[in-house]
């Protein structure tokens, strides 16, 4: 089993940016790592993920605003957030253990989410 831990949600004016953490129980090597977000009666949306080599995949919803990252010393993955607009208020979650880097049916392991939150 894995845990997952959000934080850095919080509430921030249009324009702005914020800057999401998860941190692991442990590395799950040989798997993706990403996050998501789902807003109130929506969908959960897939964000941007970290494929196993270490290369980057994003939506083309937050491509050039939002930036993941991770420090592997740290079992850490981050989120960067910037520009945000209304639009972006959603809770966030993170999630370890997938096959696949936007799909998420492929994660094993998810986060209890954190809030975000955008005001005009």
């Known amino acids: 089993q894995v845990q997952l831990v959000e934080s850095g949600g919080g509430s921030v004016q249009a324009g702005g940016s914020l800057r999401l953490s998860c941190v692991a129980s442990?590395?799950?090597?040989?798997?993706?790592v990403a996050w998501f977000r789902q807003a109130p009666g929506k969908e959960r949306e897939p964000l941007a993920c970290?494929?196993?080599?270490?290369?980057?995949g994003y939506s083309d919803s937050v491509k050039g605003r939002f930036t993941i990252s991770q420090d592997k010393s740290k079992n850490t993955l981050y989120l960067q957030m910037n520009s945000l607009n209304v639009e972006d208020t959603a809770t966030y979650y993170c999630?370890?253990?997938?096959?696949?880097?936007?799909?998420?049916?492929?994660?094993?392991?998810w986060g209890q989410g954190t809030q975000v939150t955008v005001s005009s």
């Open positions: 970290i494929k196993p080599a270490g290369n980057t």
């Open positions: 442990r590395v799950t090597y040989g798997s993706y």
């Open positions: 999630a370890a253990g997938g096959s696949a880097c936007l799909n998420d049916r492929t994660y094993m392991y």
